[in-house]
């Protein structure tokens, strides 16, 4: 216990150093690159603050691999070059098992994070957009034809995205249950408002068999306009959805017939989250107890970054390309994580040959 209490302390000093670095080097460019906007419409620096500020949950989980990839290099890599393991090996642990304990150690570690971070970052990362982009009155989405969206017998155009509450440019078509079109529906602004659609300027053509009528109104308030869910599927990242939301999305375009592959890689990536932070120290391994060991920090740490830059590259391309080739989700994402695996293993046995064993 002993052993493993101070291959812990070890690791999470390193993982702290490093997570604190990366996460205010983000927190610096995020900030720089939001001073374009300062002072556009409402945008002024107590908002761009709280911007910055709302997004450190997110920053953390965008860095948080990394973090402890360059942290294990570097308190792990001076372990190994002051011969603390060697002094392990002599009480009788192997470099396997210690290699366990510390992937043992950080998958659990990460587990633990992500499920923090699954409920944190959706909520205050959506907060921050929101307060943005009604700042700056800003479009999520903007199209020259449109964004198209299907609602069980309805299909709904809208030029105009700003947030899942207000909408501008909107043409609604309905069918009934033969496949006939009777409703042809025009709105020009449309907000979200105590659980009701306000909608004004309104132009409605209805048709029943030969006979069309047109009407026009001024607003009108209803239920019923777009189930808000989809449009939070197609404007929201990733990264700002929690493993519930994701979950809730499959289920509701595999009940409206709609294409739901997108959101199981979503899904997929976010459960195999702490795998792949742990496959990321795993490719660093051989640096660290092979015999590139002897090599001093800045150098492991340059190969730590490639590590990461290469792993992160292949795991973002292949889920995509299988997607293409229609490859099931799941598939997609493990295996990128297999290759990996199989290669860390075969770079830790070839520099075990002339390293520590």
Do not use: C
């Amino acid at each position: 216990m002993i052993i493993y209490k101070y291959l812990f302390h070890r690791f999470i000093i390193g993982l702290l150093v490093s997570l604190t670095v990366l996460v205010s080097i983000e927190i610096f460019f995020s900030f720089t690159a939001e001073l374009k906007h300062l002072n556009t419409g409402n945008y002024n620096m107590l908002l761009l603050t709280k911007y910055i500020i709302l997004n450190i949950p997110k920053s953390m989980e965008i860095m948080f691999p990394y973090a402890v990839l360059i942290g294990s290099m570097l308190s792990l890599g001076a372990m190994s070059s002051d011969m603390e393991f060697v002094s392990m090996q002599s009480a009788g642990i192997s470099i396997p098992k210690i290699i366990a304990i510390i992937l043992i150690q950080a998958f659990l570690l990460s587990s633990i994070f992500y499920y923090v971070t699954d409920s944190l970052v959706p909520k205050y990362s959506n907060k921050a957009e929101m307060k943005k982009n009604f700042a700056l009155n800003k479009k999520l989405i903007f199209n020259k034809n449109g964004v198209w969206f299907k609602d069980k017998n309805t299909f709904v155009k809208i030029n105009e995205i700003y947030s899942d509450k207000k909408l501008r440019d909107i043409m609604i078509y309905s069918y009934d249950d033969n496949n006939s079109l009777y409703l042809i529906k025009g709105i020009g602004h449309a907000e979200f408002i105590d659980n009701k659609w306000h909608l004004k300027e309104i132009n409605e053509t209805l048709i029943n068999n030969s006979l069309i009528t047109k009407k026009s109104y001024k607003e009108e308030y209803t239920d019923v306009l777009i189930n808000r869910k989809l449009i939070k599927i197609k404007t929201n990242k990733s990264s700002s959805l929690s493993l519930d939301n994701v979950n809730q999305n499959i289920s509701y375009l595999i009940k409206n017939n709609l294409d739901a592959d997108l959101q199981k890689k979503i899904y997929w990536e976010k459960i195999f989250m702490p795998l792949s932070t742990v496959v990321m120290l795993f490719l660093s391994m051989p640096f660290i107890f092979g015999k590139h060991r002897s090599a001093n920090i800045s150098k492991r740490l340059i190969l730590g970054l490639f590590i990461g830059i290469g792993f992160f590259i292949v795991t973002s391309i292949l889920p995509n390309l299988g997607m293409v080739f229609g490859i099931l989700p799941f598939i997609n994402v493990l295996l990128p994580h297999i290759l990996f695996i199989v290669l860390g293993k075969y770079l830790l046995e070839y520099q075990l040959r002339d390293g520590i064993r």
